[in-house]
């Protein structure tokens, strides 16, 4: 294994102490993600379906949010409580 090399400028990131809450950006990966449902997100955050969809709405430009939510209308992996198995 190679010994990674930084430039003699590198400054690292200063480590932060986790505070054990989600992060919008957080939430946001989640929700993205097709394997994530709305009942998994609710599970490790506590935020309702509704309450995502608000926290996309405010930090994404109007066109994410609106080609996200094309996406996930409907979708069966989004919404793990109504699927047929």
Not at 13 to 26: F, K, L, M, N
Not at 52 to 63: A, D
């Amino acid at each position: 294994m190679t010994e990674r090399k930084f430039p003699d400028d590198f400054i690292p990131a200063i480590p932060r102490a986790d505070t054990g809450t989600i992060t919008p950006s957080e939430i946001i990966a989640m929700a993205w993600d097709d394997d994530t449902s709305f009942d998994n997100i609710k599970l490790q955050s506590g935020l309702s379906e509704s309450n995502v969809i608000k926290i996309m709405q405010n930090h994404m430009k109007p066109s994410s949010f609106r080609m996200w939510r094309k996406r996930v209308n409907g979708r069966a992996s989004k919404h793990e409580a109504k699927r047929a198995d």
